[in-house]
């Protein structure tokens, strides 16, 4: 079965970091490029940050930049991405999403891992 | 950066109705526009892509047209189970965007 599994969600204080992991599964996932995606309670989906399947090209939204890292291991078939500077309008259920092939769009999703900032 | 602005931002109709949901871009994204479904604590379905290209599994009343900057997403034949959110997206690697969504309520 195709899979995405998203963990290290949680309470975190503002200005704190987390590690978000994504774990696929059913799936060359060497050679997708993946992407993470976020939506605070009760609102529409933000992009976050988008790496390729060699991990020579990483893009971030700007809500993100300087604060998000995005990285892969394709050893592992593994997906992170790496907040600091964490703000209360980070606040979300964080996606992990494959593109497909030829689709430019995301045709896999995780479950979702929630992140809470707040003090 | 693009903008996708998708009208109308709720609708209501009855089991049946024939639906429009419209998705315009700030500019020129060629064909180069999905669809997806998100039901209520769940994860977003890809429901079209490439404008018109209908994912496997989906059924055949959903369809999707347009091009440049202006898109639709029809159902139809409304069913209870497309009682969900709708939201565009154009994505080019280097960045994407999501329309606001539009949620489609059963009459």
């Known amino acids: 079965e195709v899979q995405l599994v998203e963990s290290g969600g949680g309470l975190v204080k503002p200005g704190g970091s987390l590690r978000l992991s994504c774990e696929a599964s059913?799936?060359?996932?060497?050679?997708?490029?993946m992407n993470w995606v976020r939506q605070a309670p009760g609102k529409g989906l933000e992009w976050v940050s988008s790496?390729?399947?060699?991990?020579?090209?990483?893009y971030y939204a700007d809500s993100g930049k300087g604060r998000f890292t995005i990285s892969r291991d394709n050893a592992k078939d593994s997906l992170y991405l790496q907040m600091n500077s964490l703000r209360a309008e980070d606040t979300a259920v964080y996606y992990c999403?494959?593109?497909?092939?030829?689709?430019?769009?995301?045709?896999?999703w995780g479950q979702g891992t929630m992140v809470t900032v707040s003090s | 950066d693009i903008q996708m602005t998708q009208s109308p931002s709720t609708l209501s109709a009855s089991v049946g109705d024939r639906v429009t949901i419209t998705c315009r871009a700030s500019?020129?994204?060629?064909?180069?526009l999905a669809w997806y479904q998100q039901k209520p604590g769940k994860a977003p379905k890809l429901l079209i892509y490439?404008?018109?290209t209908l994912e496997s599994g989906i059924p055949s009343r959903f369809s999707g047209s347009g091009s440049g900057t202006e898109f639709t997403l029809t159902i139809s034949s409304l069913q209870p189970d497309d009682s969900a959110t709708y939201y565009c997206?154009?994505?080019?690697?280097?960045?994407?965007?999501f329309g606001q969504g539009t949620k489609v309520e059963i009459k």
């Open positions: 500019q020129s994204i060629s064909s180069w």
């Open positions: 790496i390729n399947s060699l991990s020579t090209d990483k």
């Open positions: 999403a494959r593109e497909g092939w030829g689709r430019k769009a995301f045709d896999i």
């Open positions: 997206q154009q994505f080019n690697s280097y960045s994407g965007t």
């Open positions: 490439k404008t018109s």
């Open positions: 059913g799936f060359a996932f060497s050679s997708y490029g």
